[in-house]
């Protein structure tokens, strides 16, 4: 049974960081891709960044590129996502979500095979 645990969320002022992590279990995703979607109350699941197993090839929404940082440890199977100067509208509820392959636009939730509980991520003004 594959597993998605998310960490690290929490609330921060506008300007500071935070740094989520997300261990995954049963199975491992070399091969694949993960990423982080969030979504904030009323809105649609938005994609934030992904990294692939393969290169480590990282792709990142424009609203976060330059501030955000998607890194992998396949050793221990875990992804982290580093926050920088965070945003009032970064506030969200942050997943973890991985895909078997790394095929793909990957930015589609649609696309992706397993999901973490999320996160919740409050920044204030």
């Known amino acids: 049974q594959v597993q998605l645990v998310e960490s690290g969320g929490g609330l921060v002022q506008a300007g500071g960081s935070l740094r989520l992590s997300c261990a995954a279990s049963?199975?491992?995703?070399?091969?694949?891709?993960m990423g982080w979607f969030r979504q904030a109350p009323g809105k649609e699941r938005e994609f934030v960044a992904v990294i692939t197993g393969n290169a480590g090839g990282t792709y990142y929404d424009d609203s976060v590129k330059g501030r955000f940082t998607i890194s992998r440890d396949n050793a221990k199977n875990t992804q982290y996502l580093q926050m920088s100067s965070l945003k009032p509208e970064d506030t969200a509820n942050y997943y973890c979500?991985?895909?078997?392959?790394?095929?793909?636009?990957?930015?589609?939730?649609?696309?992706?095979?397993?999901w973490g509980q999320g996160t919740q991520v409050t920044v204030s003004s």
């Open positions: 049963g199975r491992t995703f070399i091969g694949g891709a």
């Open positions: 979500t991985a895909k078997r392959s790394y095929t793909g636009r990957l930015r589609s939730w649609y696309e992706y095979d397993y």
